[in-house]
């Protein structure tokens, strides 16, 4: 089946950096777009950045400058470099990638299991 595996959350100071990787795995067999969610608790889960395949971006207001969202479509992998992190971007951070199982099925999508990002004042 496919799988979508996050790494790099943790704990930073305000004003630290950190780097958020995503790899889809199994047969799939194209990726249209990867992104990352992020929900604090008690919010409604929202936009970060998202990448298309082919390198258009989108940003949440709240992070232009300051994230950088890109991707290696040879890995199916998504990568957001976040800079001078706020306490207001704390939150679970979730990846999520469109996709197509075979070339003649409809375009899906896939969420990843969330991984908590947390920045101290």
């Known amino acids: 089946q496919v799988q979508l595996v996050e790494s790099g959350g943790g704990l930073v100071q305000a004003g630290g950096s950190l780097r958020l990787s995503c790899s889809a795995s199994?047969?799939?067999?194209?990726?249209?777009?990867m992104g990352w969610y992020r929900q604090a608790p008690g919010k409604q889960r929202e936009l970060v950045a998202r990448?298309?395949?082919?390198?258009?971006?989108d940003y949440a207001d709240s992070v232009k400058g300051r994230f950088t969202i890109s991707r290696d479509n040879a890995k199916n992998m998504v990568t957001l470099q976040m800079n001078n992190l706020k306490p207001e971007d704390t939150g679970v951070y979730y990846c999520?990638?469109?996709?197509?199982?075979?070339?003649?099925?409809?375009?899906?999508?896939?969420w990843g299991q969330g991984t908590q990002v947390t920045v101290s004042s």
């Open positions: 999520n990638t469109e996709f197509r199982l075979y070339s003649w099925t409809s375009l899906t999508s896939y």
């Open positions: 199994g047969s799939i067999f194209s990726v249209n777009a």
């Open positions: 990448i298309t395949d082919g390198g258009s971006t």
